[in-house]
């Protein structure tokens, strides 16, 4: 079982819906990103959380550190959000980061 | 400010030629850094992490090995490359525990022919 598990692994919605991505890790962490990844492959950090919520624009991320597990929201989603969603957890006192396995995002107009 | 530089944006390279990718930090220093590997269709995989000058951590057996001259400087490296070793290659730095913040290189896009 990997140590970060996303769901869905692939996810298609109209332009306009709200959208939920999730993220459920079995080891205590310090910190949870999450990162957006576009189809020429760049990355750009979305979010850093270690408790409670944030709000970006239409992005908003939630983490419950007792359920080991943090959600992904876009709100009124546009096809320029189209892209794949990974989570990764930074363990308590480790040195490294383990992400998962990503989710593919469509959003078709 | 912090910023981390990744180079190239995309590689094609035939099979047995060597690689030589480079990262490198500012704002920093001290970092831990970071080499990820992405094949196609699947997640990020840890290759290899650096807490400091010269050390080096390997986790997975591979064809490549890693090196860090600079306090700042990560670089991945092959003497021959396989086909297998086609994929996306992300270079990442996080600061010293306990702080939590992590940056990431735009990625290389490695293609072995």
């Known amino acids: 079982k990997n140590e970060v598990e996303q769901s869905p692994q692939n996810l298609t919605a109209q332009e306009g819906e709200f959208i939920t991505i999730n993220c459920s890790y079995s080891v205590g962490i310090s910190a949870l990103h999450w990162l957006q990844q576009h189809p020429g492959g760049g990355i750009v950090s979305l979010f850093m959380?270690?408790?409670g919520k944030k709000k970006h624009g239409r992005l908003i991320a939630t983490i419950n550190i007792q359920e080991k597990h943090s959600s992904l929201h876009i709100t009124a989603s546009h096809p320029r959000d189209s892209a794949v969603y990974i989570c990764?957890?930074?363990?308590?006192?480790?040195?490294?980061?383990?992400f998962g396995q990503g989710t593919r995002l469509t959003i078709n107009p | 400010s912090q910023t981390i530089h990744q180079w190239p944006a995309t590689l094609v390279q035939p099979v047995g030629s060597p690689l030589s990718l480079e990262c490198t930090v500012e704002?920093?220093?001290?970092?831990?850094l970071y080499w990820y590997r992405q094949a196609a269709g699947r997640g990020l995989q840890l290759l290899f992490y650096?807490?400091?000058?010269?050390?080096i951590s390997s986790e997975v057996p591979q064809n490549l090995s890693a090196s860090r001259p600079q306090d700042r400087q990560f670089i991945l490296s092959s003497k021959k490359l396989l086909l297998s070793d086609s994929g996306f290659y992300l270079c990442?730095?996080?600061?010293?525990?306990?702080?939590?913040?992590?940056?990431f290189g735009q990625g290389t896009r490695l293609t072995v022919v």
């Open positions: 990764a957890v930074k363990g308590q006192g480790a040195q490294k980061l383990v």
């Open positions: 990442a730095w996080t600061v010293p525990y306990p702080n939590t913040e992590a940056f």
């Open positions: 704002g920093t220093s001290n970092p831990n």
């Open positions: 959380l270690s408790s």
């Open positions: 650096s807490v400091g000058i010269g050390q």
